[in-house]
């Protein structure tokens, strides 16, 4: 039984990890660099929203996504018992 909870809290933790990655990599990759030339139509806050992306918003996000990384963790760690408590 303990094999098998610490397997799905494995599971668990590397699929946020997965996903938060992914929504990272498609923010500052995607949106900054890929999608730049799409988005640069769109004007917001003086300048477009390519660059947005590419300057301001990829740290915006990864630093959300940090906070939310953090909340999920510690609600897995009390799911399966093995938080700091």
């Known amino acids: 039984m303990l094999d098998k909870t610490a397997s799905n809290y494995w599971k668990a933790n590397l699929r946020?990890?997965?996903i938060c990655m992914a929504i990272w990599a498609l923010v500052s990759f995607g949106f900054g660099i890929v999608l730049r030339p799409l988005?640069?139509?769109i004007?917001?806050?003086g300048t477009d929203l390519g660059f947005w992306f590419a300057q301001q918003g990829s740290i915006l996000v990864f630093i959300a996504l940090?906070?939310?990384y953090t909340w999920y963790m510690n609600r897995l760690d009390r799911e399966y018992g093995v938080d700091e408590q």
């Open 16 to 18: 946020i990890i997965f």
């Open 66 to 68: 940090i906070f939310f």
């Open 43 to 45: 004007p917001i806050g």
């Open 39 to 41: 988005l640069a139509g």
